[in-house]
């Protein structure tokens, strides 16, 4: 399949654009560069340079490039700002969302792959969460993955576009050639390993006395090769009706437990203070994947945080300036 990336320079796209060729995809990346990199654009791929709020801009590269489909990661994501900045962010995400599928409509593609979030579920009642459990975003970023999940439901019950959106939990780890590089640098393994290679800045753990086995927060960590990997299967089951889909590993790992395993992958004493809880976190996040099981045959082929850290240490060894080295 021609298959157009949106976000496909950043640190999910970059693989998912890698793994969708290796399944035989012809790929094209279209992004904004506003938080990816060109550089993590593999060389035999276009990028397309232009925002998805430009519908022209996108309905130009989706022609060129014969787009079939699309995997839409095109977003600003970061949970904090959000709350400070709610405009940026409809504006983006679902400014940038409804004018992609103008693009899209306009010229009958009518297949997407959408990459939510586990933000969409806020505060859950219980973990593993399923796909049913009620989406109460706190945030205004899940509140725009989940106002995005509305507008694709309707699409495809007026006008036939056949969708899957994928509930991302915790994405961590890197493919040999492709790795996280956000900046600033917010999520916790990069920053505990860049830490590792002293040029990190410090890390501050969230709380100390939530109701879990050391009182520090359970996030659900998922390998971005898996992750990767489910974007192709659910290409090859989209439906006018859409799915949702979990996407974790299902056990969950506290941040004192991600912390342990990082001193033990790098060698590194890792030094870290102890402060009050960040806002809006949830004491624990696990996703129940049993349904992307189930129906897609999707299993976690490294599900185990000392992998998906030595992945990710790999990649930042041989990368010491991420991707503007
Ligand atoms: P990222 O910032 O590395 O990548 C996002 C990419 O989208 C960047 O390359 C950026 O330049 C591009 N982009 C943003 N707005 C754009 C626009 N209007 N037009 C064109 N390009 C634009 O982020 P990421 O961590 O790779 O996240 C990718 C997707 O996965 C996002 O949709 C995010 O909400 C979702 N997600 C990420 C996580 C995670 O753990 N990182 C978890 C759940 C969901
Ligand atoms: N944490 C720290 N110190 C830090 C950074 C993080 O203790 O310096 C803790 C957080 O409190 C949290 C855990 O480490 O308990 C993971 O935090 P991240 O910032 O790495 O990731 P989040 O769980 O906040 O969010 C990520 C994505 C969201 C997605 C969510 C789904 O960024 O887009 O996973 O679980 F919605």
Request: charged share 30%; proline share 8%; net charge negative.
């Given at each position: 399949m021609n298959v157009l990336v949106t976000g496909g320079a950043g640190y999910i796209g970059s693989a998912v654009a890698r793994v969708l060729v290796q399944e035989g995809h012809s790929v094209a990346v279209y992004d904004?560069?506003?938080?990816?990199?060109?550089?993590?654009?593999?060389?035999d791929m276009r990028l397309f340079e232009?925002?998805?709020?430009?519908t022209s801009a996108v309905r130009a590269a989706l022609q060129e490039h014969r787009a079939e489909a699309v995997v839409h990661l095109a977003a600003i994501s970061q949970v904090g700002t959000s709350v400070l900045e709610p405009r940026a962010y409809f504006d983006n995400n679902v400014r940038g969302a409804l004018s992609l599928l103008d693009a899209m409509l306009d010229l009958g593609v009518r297949d997407l792959v959408f990459s939510s979030t586990a933000?969409?579920?806020?505060?859950?009642?219980?973990?593993?969460?399923?796909?049913?459990a009620p989406t109460r975003p706190v945030s205004p970023y899940g509140e725009t993955k989940r106002m995005i999940e509305q507008v694709l439901a309707r699409y495809g019950h007026a006008y036939g576009l056949r969708h899957t959106s994928l509930r991302y939990f915790n994405a961590a780890g890197a493919l040999p050639d492709a790795g996280e590089d956000h900046r600033p640098e917010t999520h916790l393994i990069p920053r505990l390993l860049l830490l590792a290679q002293g040029r990190g800045e410090p890390v501050t753990?969230?709380?100390?006395?939530?109701?879990?086995r050391d009182g520090t927060c359970v996030r659900d960590y998922i390998h971005v090769a898996d992750l990767a990997r489910a974007h192709t299967l659910a290409l090859g089951a989209l439906s006018a009706e859409g799915r949702v889909y979990n996407l974790g590993c299902g056990g969950g790992f506290t941040v004192g437990e991600v912390l342990a395993a990082a001193r033990t992958v790098t060698g590194q004493p890792i030094p870290v203070a102890y402060g009050p809880r960040r806002d809006g976190d949830p004491a624990e996040l696990v996703a129940s994947s049993e349904r992307i099981t189930a129906e897609l045959g999707w299993v976690p082929r490294h599900p185990g945080i000392e992998d998906i850290l030595a992945s990710a240490w790999d990649w930042m060894q041989r990368n010491p300036h991420g991707w503007q080295g």
């Open positions: 904004s560069l506003v938080t990816g990199h060109r550089a993590a654009v593999a060389r232009g925002d998805t709020r430009d933000a969409v579920y806020g505060e859950p009642d219980r973990c593993p969460i399923l796909e049913d753990v969230f709380g100390t006395d939530y109701p879990t």
